[in-house]
């Protein structure tokens, strides 16, 4: 039973992911047209000048580099699941039911940290288009770095969360 609802949760992370990739896609899109001729590339993250340059395509970096994250590391997790029930089909036990246990607690911490880098693009994305219109100067550096912040804070919650499912698996032998 433990095993379905932790599937459902990394699926549902999985389809989360999703919906702020194509949001991320949906917003570079709508938004590049509209864009001025000279348009900001990179936001003043730590004080240094904004980088500015003629409109291109080179303004879809954001949304290709979370792409590209998203699928290397889905593509990671996806792999290692194969390979487990390829092992696990052909007689092979490859692992215990708390190893799998531990296996998907780290798919859903590394899908959910990876919602939060998905808004940090996001985030970078929305503030050029504003700094290109002129409406921001850069980053709203409270909320950029709460996101970094609660990812942080993501780091120690897994690890009691894991500590105290290896508690309670060593409870139940």
């Not at 730590?46 to 998203?70: E, H, N, R, W």
């Not at 899908?111 to 940090?120: A, D, E, N, P, T």
Request: aromatic letters at 16%; a positive charge.
């Amino acid at each position: 039973m433990i095993f379905r609802a932790k599937k459902k949760v990394i699926i549902l992370l999985l389809i989360f992911n999703m919906i702020l990739l194509g949001i991320s896609w949906i917003m570079a899109a709508y938004a590049f047209p509209r864009l001025p001729p000279r348009m900001p590339l990179w936001v003043n993250l730590f004080g240094q000048q904004p980088i500015s340059m003629d409109k291109s395509f080179m303004y879809f970096i954001y949304p290709a580099a979370q792409t590209l994250l998203f699928f290397v590391i889905s593509g990671i997790i996806w792999i290692r699941l194969w390979r487990e029930k390829e092992s696990s089909l052909t007689g092979v036990i490859s692992r215990e039911k708390e190893g799998r246990l531990v296996q998907d607690l780290q798919k859903e911490f590394v899908f959910l940290v990876l919602i939060f880098f998905q808004l940090i693009f996001i985030h970078l994305q929305r503030s050029i288009i504003l700094m290109a219109h002129g409406v921001e100067k850069g980053i709203r550096p409270y909320y950029f770095y709460s996101i970094f912040g609660i990812i942080l804070i993501l780091i120690p919650y897994y690890r009691i969360r894991l500590r105290t499912l290896r508690r309670e698996w060593a409870g139940k032998k």
